[in-house]
């Protein structure tokens, strides 16, 4: 055996380690992105759903203060109704001022 063999040998055996220890990496590298697809997959359904069930919260807010500033306009409203009504109605029952005799 010359010493050709050997080198091609080393060559190939070489070349066969390395293959193996870049593909260990690799490997891990690609479960990683797999694992971070599936990872953002879950996070934006979720996140979708939290969505979902916030805007119906916010809507039904919504929806209750108006309800709620309706009803205190209504009252505000009534009651200056009733305040201007008491006000005319002291006006006319109030006697006229004497008149003072002309001379």
């Known amino acids: 055996m010359s010493l050709e063999f050997w080198r091609n040998l080393s060559v190939v055996w070489i070349s066969i380690f390395f293959f193996l220890i870049c593909l260990v990496p690799l490997a891990f590298a690609f479960l990683a992105v797999q694992g971070m697809r599936e990872v953002l997959g879950g996070a934006q359904s979720g996140l979708e759903s939290l969505q979902d069930a916030s805007s119906k919260a916010r809507?039904?807010?919504?929806?209750?203060?108006?309800?709620?500033?309706?009803?205190?306009?209504?009252?505000?409203?009534?009651?200056?109704?009733?305040?201007?009504?008491?006000?005319?109605?002291?006006?006319?029952?109030?006697?006229?001022?004497?008149?003072s005799p002309k001379k």
Not at 66 to 93: D, F, H, N, P, Y
């Open 59 to 99: 809507a039904k807010t919504e929806e209750t203060a108006a309800q709620v500033t309706s009803a205190v306009i209504q009252g505000q409203s009534k009651a200056e109704r009733s305040q201007a009504t008491l006000k005319q109605l002291l006006r006319r029952a109030q006697p006229a001022p004497p008149s």
